[in-house]
């Protein structure tokens, strides 16, 4: 095993973060797309791949639905990363000497308050660890970034103020990439399985399809839709489920959607990360 886990983005981002929070001791390989992420795994330059799905506030991540069925690609594992903003400024300036604060469009919607309450100008850059590098090579002491602390010990900026999100869950998903499948054993408490589908065009073909479930007491997590080459008619859905394919009760479930089905394509099954039992637990 190489060590290496390749993310989208420069160093520092956020999936950055969670490389290093669930791989600590790998090498990070920033890919300027989540394609090229991909390909770094299916070229053996890197054994992982780190690829956000989804945020508690701004929902799913689009091009990763698109891209997961045809990576080549297995979900091996997921991880949640909290999402701490910071404000990070050159050396010399204080909340009082900023003017424009620069970060990616969402991480921008998200500290809305901040932005309202300081009077700064939002400056929307690619994303918020490019924003950091942008800033730090600005100098200066009236521009700060929005970004993670490990972009601001990267690029050599202060933190001037930490948790400056609006909300305290924000929170991203990942799902864990790798070339090869690594089911857990079937006795192993906790599985997950992601897959996706696409039904046959006839009446009531979703509502059949996933029959299976509720009849074999499968619980459905994620149940998320999205249009295929632009057609308004090709539509393929992207489910995580409790359990492993395996076991009978998912495996009769799956049987039952393969039947009316066009198409079925298992992505990956693993282990639940500890955040979504502790969330389960929380909500009991």
């Not at 901040?114 to 590098?133: K, N, S």
């Not at 050599?156 to 799902?175: C, K």
Request: charged share 20%; net charge negative.
């Amino acid at each position: 095993m190489n060590q290496i886990i390749a993310f989208q983005g420069v160093a520092g981002a956020y999936s950055d973060l969670a490389c290093r929070a669930a791989y600590p001791g790998w090498t990070t390989l920033p890919c300027p797309s989540f394609e090229a992420a991909m390909a770094a795994v299916r070229e053996s330059r890197a054994e992982l791949a780190m690829l956000p799905c989804e945020n508690s506030l701004a929902g799913r991540v689009p091009d990763i639905h698109r891209l997961l069925p045809d990576s080549g690609l297995h979900v091996v594992g997921e991880h949640f990363e909290r999402v701490e903003h910071c404000v990070l400024a050159p050396p010399g300036a204080t909340l009082e000497t900023i003017r424009r604060a620069h970060s990616h469009p969402v991480a921008l919607g998200q500290v809305l308050n901040l932005l309202r309450d300081m009077r700064w100008q939002a400056v929307i850059e690619a994303d918020t660890a490019g924003a950091a590098q942008l800033v730090a090579q600005r100098g200066g002491v009236e521009d700060a970034a929005i970004a993670s602390s490990l972009a601001g010990e990267i690029y050599g900026l202060q933190v001037l103020r930490r948790n400056v999100e609006d909300e305290a869950h924000n929170t991203t998903r990942f799902y864990v990439m790798s070339r090869e499948a690594a089911l857990p054993p079937v006795t192993a408490p906790g599985c997950i399985t992601t897959f996706v589908f696409r039904v046959r065009s006839v009446p009531a073909a979703l509502y059949k399809a996933l029959g299976g479930f509720a009849t074999n007491g499968v619980n459905m997590t994620k149940l998320e839709s999205y249009m295929l080459d632009g057609q308004f008619t090709a539509v393929q859905f992207l489910c995580d489920v409790d359990g492993h394919p395996d076991q009978p009760p998912l495996r009769r479930a799956l049987e039952e959607l393969r039947f009316f089905s066009r198409e079925v394509h298992v992505l990956g099954c693993y282990l639940a990360h500890p955040y979504r039992q502790q969330q389960a637990a929380a909500a009991e």
